[in-house]
């Protein structure tokens, strides 16, 4: 992890102890280090009671996830570490990430947690928490109020923070907001891009563009999409699903989360790969699948789509990856 503590950039590394016949690591190391005329110097060392699972940084502060713990810490006037806060309401805590005040926990299995962080008041306070037995492979804050989690039976979701709920159990319980197998162990999220292009300069607009990866290699992406763009991908989706059928296979029923609790259709999110199979296909195919779908121009206006509307709207959607 990199962080920045007293207005300078340092490296962070965490360590475990593993020993046979323990079941969790016991003793682990949070070590800091700066980069000082072209090397890293060890600058503080810091022993904990377990193994550092995740780094991240929060208001100039160290957070590490130590076996179920969730804790933060600030370099001293005398180059130390100081333990200043602790949240303790976890299995494993395996990754962590901020975004100003807010820190997001993806546990074992026990799904996401938000955590506000109160540096002032030198505590770490619990906010939302999906309370669904989920067993996480990689989180990321997509924004302030939206969690994007990976969980061990290949799918993708989507959880929601209502901070504006009527109750105080509608505010700490972070809502599902989308579904989607994506049929691959995903490991990682990162915000970013693989293109160098604006996305403002695509016909189709789209914000928030989160890069993703898996176990075998592969690198996906997820980005958020304007409602009424949403929409017609879906429509559009819907219809696609009835021409390409590779292997027989139902689209609805692959891209179905599931996993040993039960099964959630596909929602809240589009299948671009399917999307993008559109400019390939037969003419005659094209336009039997785009008649009567209606599309908004630049100006907000709905109109009659058309096969080459479909196909620059489609083109450009793949340009962003």
């Known amino acids: 992890a990199l962080t920045c503590c007293n207005g300078n950039i340092y490296y962070c590394v965490g360590t475990a102890m593993l020993r046979p016949r323990e079941e969790e690591p016991k003793e682990g190391r949070i070590l800091l280090f700066q980069l000082q ?73 026990r799904s996401m947690c938000v955590l506000l962080h109160k540096p002032e008041a030198k505590q770490l306070e619990e906010i939302s928490r999906d309370f669904n037995s989920r067993w996480m492979t990689a989180v990321e804050m997509m924004d302030d109020d939206t969690f994007l989690g990976g969980e061990n039976s ?50 189709a607009p789209v914000q928030n563009t ?8 592969a690198v996906g992406l997820v980005a958020t999409l304007p409602p009424a763009l949403y929409e017609f ?40 790969d399917l999307i993008e199979r559109f400019p390939d296909l037969p003419r005659s195919v094209q336009v039997q ?10 100006s907000g206006v709905k109109k009659e789509a058309n096969v080459d509307d479909v196909v620059k709207l489609v083109e450009d959607l793949t340009r962003i990856h």
């Not at 989160?210 to 290699?217: E, N």
């Not at 699948?289 to 121009?297: A, C, E, K, W």
């Open 210 to 217: 989160i890069l993703f990866g898996t176990v075998s290699g």
């Open 289 to 298: 699948v785009s008649q009567g779908l209606q599309m908004t121009d630049g």
């Open 154 to 203: 290949y799918n993708l979701f989507v959880c929601q923070k209502d901070s504006a709920g009527a109750t105080d159990e509608d505010r700490r319980t972070l809502q599902d907001a989308g579904y989607m197998h994506v049929g691959a162990f995903v490991n990682v999220f990162r915000h970013g891009s693989l293109v160098m292009e604006s996305l403002g300069e695509l016909a």
């Open 37 to 109: 005329d072209g090397k890293l110097l060890k600058v503080a060392s810091q022993e904990v009671k377990g193994g550092v699972m995740a780094l991240t940084c929060c208001n100039g502060r160290i957070v590490a996830g130590i076996n179920s713990f969730v804790d933060i810490y600030t370099l001293d006037s005398e180059g130390g570490l100081q333990r200043e806060s602790r949240h303790t309401s976890n299995i494993f805590a395996l990754y962590l990430k901020s975004k100003g005040d807010f820190i997001l926990v993806g546990d074992l299995m």
């Open 233 to 272: 991908l879906v429509r559009l989706q819907k219809r696609l699903a009835r021409v390409i059928t590779p292997g027989n296979i139902d689209h609805a029923d692959w891209r179905s989360f599931f996993n040993e609790v039960g099964v959630c259709p596909l929602a809240g999110f589009v299948d671009g």
